[in-house]
């Protein structure tokens, strides 16, 4: 994610001020749009709302984010709520990012993921040092 890193570093450290979960979710969102992806905000399911969808026609991302969390907890919410159902006949493979935020540095702190095939099966966890 270090384009990701590079970007909220562009941002004014005064504009973090008060900065709530939303805050970051939108920064990351207009970036995620700026690269191409077709991406959605709070994508309802039939037990909650995923943070952030991204689709190319391959995959599905999705991004659960925590501020001033883990990662961990992100990613577990993500799979205890099921958020991939949603996406199971697609026929795509699904990406879940659990991402933590830090207001301390206004950055990714910390990020989880887990990559499933088109069927459903695990084909990759992961845990990128930042």
């Avoid at 037990?47 to 599905?60: A, C, H, N």
């Amino acid at each position: 994610m270090g384009k990701v890193n590079v970007h909220f570093a562009k941002v004014a450290h005064h504009l973090f001020a008060k900065a709530q979960e939303g805050f970051y979710q939108a920064i990351l969102f207009t970036f995620l749009e700026a690269y191409g992806l077709k991406t959605t905000t709070e994508m309802a399911t039939s037990v909650g709302r995923i943070d952030l969808v991204s689709e190319t026609p391959q995959m599905v991302c999705i991004f659960e984010l925590k501020l001033d969390k883990t990662a961990a907890i992100a990613f577990s919410q993500a799979e205890a709520k099921r958020y991939r159902e949603r996406y199971s006949l697609d026929g795509k493979e699904i990406l879940v990012l659990g991402v933590n935020f830090s207001s301390q540095s206004r950055n990714i702190g910390d990020w989880k993921g887990a990559l499933y095939s088109s069927s459903g099966n695990l084909k990759q966890e992961f845990r990128p040092n930042i």
